[in-house]
């Protein structure tokens, strides 16, 4: 073994090391986007093994089935641009629970400008999700409220007695 594949080797192992140190989903893909490492924390979320992760069909077995799709278009449309991206979608947890995840693309470039790896990083975001939902609820059935009530408020008196009165008295 050559001195710098050996070097190749440990760098790629103190990379993952590094990867799985950190308390974060991430996957590195190839260029075109295909998985070719997913870090512990992904695996203990999924429930899946590496091998299961680095299949083709992993995206569906992980991604909310609404979302698949929407997915697979905007993620292909970010890696062909180049830059980084992100993108808003449910996954699929161990024990089935779905959950949203902030999910951040950023490619790695040779020393030519070529992407030579993509890393995707996933944050929970489930919480603020739900927040904004029911935000969004309240503020329409507030809204609804406000509606119903302005409807049922009776016109001001513009004629006939009560009305003659009413202007009289002010």
Excluded: C
Excluded at 21 to 36: E, F, K, N, R, Y
Excluded at 133 to 156: F, G, H, K, Q, Y
């Amino acid at each position: 073994m050559s001195t710098l594949t050996a070097t190749a080797s440990l760098s790629e192992q103190e990379a993952r090391g590094i990867v799985d140190a950190i308390p974060q989903t991430i996957v590195v893909l190839s260029p075109d986007g295909a998985a070719l490492y997913a870090n512990r924390s992904v695996l203990a979320y999924t429930g899946l093994t590496i091998d299961e992760m680095m299949a083709a069909d992993f995206r569906t077995r992980v991604f909310h089935p609404e979302d698949v799709a929407r997915l697979l278009d905007q993620r292909r449309d970010g890696l062909a641009r180049g830059v980084p991206f992100e993108l808003e979608q449910r996954a699929r947890r161990h024990d089935g629970q779905y959950r949203w995840f902030l999910v951040q693309y950023n490619p790695v470039r040779d020393e030519h400008g070529r992407t030579v790896r993509w890393y995707a990083t996933g944050t929970d975001i489930d919480d603020r999700k739900r927040t904004e939902e029911r935000t969004r609820n309240e503020n329409l059935a507030l809204r609804e409220d406000i509606d119903r009530a302005s409807m049922s408020v009776p016109a001001p008196f513009t004629s006939g007695p009560d009305a003659r009165a009413a202007r009289s008295s002010g």
